[in-house]
């Protein structure tokens, strides 16, 4: 199944703020039911685990509502490990909650060398072409001092029919031409894995989690 680049209608806020809005609850019910914050979860547990730190600052790119890292860090919190969570996206209208936030652009982080110890984005990475992908990966090294996680689709054909056997599940237009496009554009592990393995000086994990998910783990250099 080829790769298909193809332009997310939430991308644009190509809709009312209801419909957007609506996009948005879509977008944190998949993640909840599909994968999405148990694959957060294990990806900052594994960073804990091995490197040792009870406490972390991450900083979510792409971040939306923060749904997923706000409830990957209440369940790491019952199991003593705390994560305070800064939220970056580009767009003012995606943001909401009580989290620290900042408008920003994902290619261009304001913020200075290793000030987070976690850089994490979640279906943010199937928004971007090769080039910008292993770009995005560098900057996120940049502003983290342990390592830059990445939590996205699969892209499958299987994949793709299920999305479309789920659009009763969607609440919103935006999400209905968006979820389909989402698949198609997304990396496989073999190809996520060529990228990565570009970036000198790293060690890169890639885990297969539930329900076509990949979790990205790219370790900072000592």
């Not at 998949?30 to 990806?43: K, Q, Y």
């Not at 936030?101 to 000030?115: C, E, K, Y």
């Not at 984005?121 to 995005?136: G, M, N, R």
């Not at 996120?140 to 009763?168: E, Q, T, W």
Request: glycine share 6%.
């Amino acid at each position: 199944m080829k790769r298909v680049p193809t332009t997310e209608l939430l991308d644009s806020d190509a809709g009312t703020p209801a419909e957007i809005a609506a996009s948005l609850a879509d977008l944190g019910r998949v993640n909840r039911w599909f994968g999405g914050v148990d694959t957060s979860e294990a990806l900052i547990e594994r960073v804990a685990r091995r490197l040792g730190p009870r406490d972390l600052s991450l900083l979510e790119i792409a971040a939306g509502s923060g749904d997923v890292p706000n409830l990957a860090a209440a369940r790491l919190r019952r199991r003593g490990i705390n994560v305070r969570v800064l939220l970056l996206d580009r767009a003012r209208s995606h943001l909401s909650g009580s989290n620290p936030r900042v408008v920003a652009d994902a290619l261009a982080l304001p913020f200075s060398d290793g000030s987070f110890d976690l850089v994490s984005s979640c279906l943010f990475v199937h928004h971007l072409a090769p080039q910008q992908l292993t770009e995005f990966v560098q900057e996120g090294l940049r502003v983290c001092r342990k390592a830059f996680l990445m939590n996205d689709l699969i892209r499958s054909p299987l994949h793709l029919i299920a999305v479309y056997a789920g659009y009763l599940l969607y609440r919103s237009r935006l999400t209905r031409h968006d979820a389909p496009a989402s698949v198609r554009q997304a990396y496989t592990v073999e190809e996520m894995r060529n990228l990565t393995s570009r970036i000198q000086g790293t060690q890169v994990d890639i885990q297969r989690h539930y329900f076509y998910r990949m979790g990205v783990t790219v370790w900072k250099e000592p």
